[in-house]
């Protein structure tokens, strides 16, 4: 099925809420502010901050599942990777302000904002999107994914399935057995 039409179903059911983005399964919001992991308070600040602001877009962290695992104890494939990508500007991701861009304009990696607004690039220190995916082919390197790239550590995501792990998992369990 071609991803835009279910991008333009989403948009059509989801219009009458306050914010939208199109993130695929293995893509998380992270805030690197506080209070983390509340994110109406997140959409409220940058709303304020930038009162102009059709949306927001956020850098990218890949965490790539080529590279080896740190941790096989938890069943839950994001808390098995640790390590990660300095934040990228490659195939950002966005929240939508509804009301604020065209519906007909809002794409996987992109938006068009009404007119009076514009896009807005939030810096990483305040929040970004882990991606947790495989390595694109013209990004291997002698058989290993991005090897000049400087690497990091990064526990968000651990502190995040110890608040929410046993929500993930009854929301696994019903979608798979549903």
């Known amino acids: 099925m071609d991803e835009q039409v279910v991008v333009y179903d989403c948009v ?3 219009r ?7 993130l695929d399964v293995d893509e ?9 992991h509340d994110y109406k308070a997140l959409m409220k600040r940058l709303k304020n901050d930038y009162p102009s602001a059709g949306g927001f877009m956020f850098q990218t962290c890949l965490f790539f599942t080529d590279w080896n695992k740190t941790s096989d104890v938890s069943d ?3 808390d098995q990777y640790t390590i990660r990508t300095m934040p990228v500007w490659d195939r950002t991701k966005s929240v939508l302000i509804t009301d604020r861009v ?16 514009y896009r807005r690039k939030i810096t990483s220190k ?3 999107i882990n991606h947790y995916r495989k390595c694109r082919n013209e ?16 526990i968000a995501m651990k502190r995040v399935i110890a608040m929410y792990g046993d929500k993930i998992r009854h929301v696994r369990n019903i979608t798979i057995r549903g």
Do not use: E
Request: charged content about 20%; overall charge positive.
């Open 139 to 154: 990004w291997m390197k002698n058989g290993k994914c991005l090897p000049q790239l400087n690497t990091y550590t990064d």
């Open 76 to 78: 839950i494939v994001v």
């Open 28 to 36: 998380f919001l992270m805030s690197r502010i506080r209070p983390r």
């Open 126 to 128: 305040v929040a970004v």
């Open 102 to 117: 065209l519906p007909s304009s809002i794409w996987t990696h992109g938006f068009t904002s009404r007119t009076k607004y």
């Open 12 to 14: 059509s059911r989801l």
């Open 16 to 22: 009458k809420y306050t914010y939208f983005s199109v």
